[in-house]
């Protein structure tokens, strides 16, 4: 299960710039932010479990409610680490991806072996392995995935809470910003926007390496945007 805290704990950063704005339009903002945020960074993590069967080859990717998948980001079987399998018009490992795409995410105790492959349906439900399983073995497979909240979720897993705070307030205030009718001040909108384009390079840069980042490495704190 994804720990989560409400968007509430968000709301005061939003009020600061834009006072009379309701909440379902705070939810809004912050849902919109919040998947994106976890797309990019695909820090979210939910690994699936599943008994391997004697001549099953066909897994499904069990996703948490309200939530939707980024990327399968490993797949390991029995301690062996199984690799994307790449071929021509194969299946993408995530929903509205390249097709052919390879993980990024290193061995994470299992062995690396190359002729073990896995592939993934379109749609992102299901897993296909190669070569078929000769024998059972209870919780053999682990499939690790990167999951990102649906956008009209009304809280935020809070170990995006706890990192991109910053990035989180910055995203939602500058859209925001294109909403005439709250009126937000040129100041206001030129600082958010500026803080969005920043956090957007970093998340695409942790995206990247796959490295994780602690909170002391983050951008400044939530409060800054209260005074």
Known sequence: MVETVPFGLLYPALLAVAPNTATPWLDYYLGQAVADLALKTRVVRHVVTHDLQAGVDTYPIDIPKGYIL???ERVCVAGTEYTLHRRTNCAPVAPGRGACETTLLSSAGCAIARNNTYSATADGLEIFLSPTPAQDHDFALEIEVSIAPERNACAMP????DRYSTAIISSAISSMAMNES???A????AIATRRAE???RRAKL?????MSVGTDTMEPPVSSFLT
Do not use: C, M
């Open 198 to 200: 920043v956090a957007e």
């Open 70 to 72: 980024a990327y399968v």
């Open 186 to 189: 040129p100041r206001t909108i």
């Open 182 to 184: 709250l009126k937000l």
């Open 158 to 161: 809070k170990i995006l809470y």
């Open 206 to 210: 942790e995206a990247d390496s796959q």
